[in-house]
């Protein structure tokens, strides 16, 4: 997959983290909408559009938080939804966790705009495509950014998040 020049979605991924401050979601919204228009404007697609939510919507299970929603894309009307607050203590999000979510749901953008899929999938390209996108975003050296481990979940692939982190 191609990149779009490193600077200026650099400049926009540090204008949506510092929009988070205030923990309002105006100023967040508009840098959302900002590195969507252009991000869209590379990739030569339709501006998908934003909305910021607040609390992640979640399930508690026998007082455990058992699920919760960072992000979601519906391809009929190619909206992005995003919520810059967790579950449960309802505390504005980490801003890496936010624009993960946002290039996730781009990339779901992407497979159906600009790569004609009628579904998409979460395949190893598919988190393969956020990674890069997210590490040129956040500006990770080359020797920092750890590789993609996966495990195998029925018939789907998964990243060991656990590897990721360790
Ligand atoms: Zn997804």
């Not at 979601?25 to 030569?44: I, K, T």
């Not at 929603?69 to 890496?96: E, H, N």
């Amino acid at each position: 997959m191609p990149l779009p020049p490193p600077e200026s979605v650099q400049a926009l991924a540090r204008a949506l983290r510092d929009s988070m401050a205030a923990g309002e979601s105006a100023p967040v919204q508009r840098a959302g909408d900002a590195l969507l228009a252009a991000l869209a404007d590379f990739y030569e697609v339709p501006v998908p559009s934003l909305r910021v939510l607040g609390v992640r919507p979640h399930k508690v299970t026998a007082g455990v938080c058992t699920y919760q929603l960072f992000g979601d894309y519906t391809p009929a009307t190619q909206r992005i939804r995003v919520w810059m607050r967790t579950a449960i203590r309802a505390k504005v999000s980490s801003p890496k966790a936010l624009l993960n979510t946002l290039l996730h749901e781009f990339c779901h953008h992407l497979d159906i705009a600009r790569l004609k899929l009628p579904q998409s999938y979460h395949t190893r390209g598919f988190f393969w495509r956020i990674d890069h996108l997210y590490h040129l975003s956040i500006a990770t050296r080359a020797e920092a950014r750890r590789p993609l481990h996966w495990i195998k979940r029925g018939s789907v692939w998964m990243i060991d998040w656990r590897r990721l982190r360790a």
